[in-house]
């Protein structure tokens, strides 16, 4: 079996940073797409970045010059810097893998969430 564990949530100031972690354990194959999405309070869940297994990155307009995702392969973790934090970033983030390979199978997976509040 597969996990996603998420880390590095937590309450920030406007303007603040904070960098989520997202590690995938178990004997896994391999990973293509990992990707953050959110789901603000009343809100649907969207999509925050996604990255490719060979690095191509693709980020929300909302997130654009401030967030950067990156990934180290070999750790199987997936990463979310995100600088000048506003108020209507709030919201839990939600790490995705799309397609993780084991000896069982090919499926997605996701974390349980980490909670990021921005508020002053």
């Known amino acids: 079996q597969v996990q996603l564990v998420e880390s590095g949530g937590g309450l920030v100031q406007p303007g603040g940073s904070l960098r989520l972690s997202c590690a995938a354990f178990g004997t896994i194959f391999s990973i293509n797409t990992m990707g953050w999405y959110r789901q603000a309070p009343g809100k649907e869940r969207e999509l925050v970045a996604l990255?490719?297994?060979?690095?191509?990155?693709n980020r929300a307009d909302s997130v654009q010059g401030r967030f950067t995702i990156s990934r180290d392969n070999a750790m199987n973790t997936a990463y979310l810097q995100m600088n000048s934090l506003k108020p209507e970033d709030t919201a839990v983030y939600y790490c995705n893998a799309e397609r993780v390979c084991t000896k069982y199978g090919c499926r997605a997976y996701w974390g349980k969430g980490t909670l990021v509040t921005v508020s002053s």
């Open positions: 990255i490719t297994s060979d690095g191509s990155t």
